[in-house]
């Protein structure tokens, strides 16, 4: 099947900081891309859709300024946590769809606000 | 190694009731997930086990059991839109995401 490289697997940081997740299709080209976030024994929240050279979509209730999506090239997708709070801390994971019909995850990215 | 073994395909009639089991053999273990995926959609998430048991919502149900590295999704009152893609996955110690290849599910009338 295809892969998904999500980095970093576990990140740390400040309160206050921004942290860059980056979810790549490393053998295919993925037009869409999915961001998730889950707390910790809770369903997986899909947060935005991300198009090649289009602006994300976002779902109902996720701030656009706070999670900042870029979805450059058919092989990139990036997720900016800006301004992190102990509140972000959560289990993210992106997804790839291939020819719009399969879709295939990354391996999650924990993160951790002090 | 890691690694996850569930069926690749499996067939059941509408209004039956279909298992579909999973293995699964991790680095440490911090829970199991279960998605459906539907042609063309992306994946939903169906549940999550940490604990042995039985967790049961709706017309699905997910079992788990640590000491066996096994787990099986449980679904009732089988729909012709319950056909779809179920994918298994174990998250490890670093907690990352063990993916099974997925069991295709066709329902019949």
């Known amino acids: 099947g295809a892969v998904v490289s999500q980095h970093p697997s576990w990140v740390i940081c400040k309160s206050g900081t921004s942290v860059k997740i980056e979810c790549r299709s490393l053998?295919?080209?993925?037009?869409?891309m999915f961001w998730y976030r889950q707390f910790p024994k809770q369903s997986l929240m899909l947060m935005a859709t991300s198009n090649e050279g289009s602006k994300a979509t976002y779902e109902q209730g996720v701030e656009k300024d706070k999670f900042l999506i870029n979805h450059a090239s058919l092989t990139l997708s990036t997720l900016t946590v800006t301004s992190a709070h102990p509140e972000d801390s959560s289990f993210y994971i992106c997804s790839a769809m291939v020819r719009d019909t399969e879709a295939f995850f990354g391996q999650g990215t924990r993160l951790t606000v002090v | 190694g890691q690694n996850i073994d569930q069926p690749t395909e499996m067939t059941a009639t509408e209004g039956a009731i279909v298992q579909i089991n999973c293995t699964y053999q991790t680095s440490g273990f911090n829970g199991l997930f279960w998605y459906q995926q539907h042609a063309g959609e992306a994946p939903t998430f169906l549940s999550y086990n940490v604990l042995d048991g039985l967790e049961e919502k709706g017309r699905f149900s997910s079992f788990l059991s640590r000491s066996k590295g096994y787990s099986y999704l449980l679904l009732k009152e089988l729909q012709m839109k319950d056909s779809a893609s179920y994918l298994c996955?174990?998250?490890?110690?670093?907690?990352?995401?063990?993916w099974g290849a997925g069991t295709k599910l066709i329902i019949k009338p």
């Open positions: 996955a174990a998250m490890d110690s670093n907690y990352q995401l063990i």
């Open positions: 053998d295919f080209q993925a037009t869409t």
